[in-house]
């Protein structure tokens, strides 16, 4: 079965950017489609973004024009690059093979001042 792992959390202010890095094993990555979640503290999991194997695209409302969901097959790897952060984007950020409960450990994002 397909092994996940994020990267690329931390801390950064509001307006700021990161790009988070799943890395994928144990099968073969170019046939998901894979998301991206988040949860922050109290909250609801909810999906921020969506890939199908031929990189089209989904994204949440709340994210829409903020963030760029992307994938290099080559180097079994879906990114979620994030632009203009907000507060209310801090949450932990899990990879998922769409549709199934093949998650990472999830990455810790915080904005804040």
């Known amino acids: 079965q397909v092994q996940l792992v994020e990267s690329g959390g931390g801390l950064v202010q509001p307006g700021g950017s990161l790009r988070l890095s799943c890395a994928a094993s144990?099968?073969?990555?170019?046939?998901?489609?894979m998301a991206w979640y988040r949860q922050a503290p109290g909250k609801q999991r909810e999906l921020v973004a969506t890939?199908?194997?031929?990189?089209?695209?989904n994204y949440a409302s709340s994210v829409k024009g903020r963030f760029t969901i992307s994938r290099d097959n080559a180097k079994n790897t879906v990114y979620l690059q994030m632009n203009s952060l907000k507060p209310e984007d801090t949450a932990v950020y899990y990879c998922?093979?769409?549709?199934?409960?093949?998650w990472g450990q999830g990455t810790q994002v915080t904005v804040s001042s």
């Open positions: 890939i199908t194997s031929d990189s089209i695209t």
């Open positions: 144990g099968s073969i990555f170019s046939l998901y489609v």
């Open positions: 998922n093979v769409r549709g199934t409960n093949a």
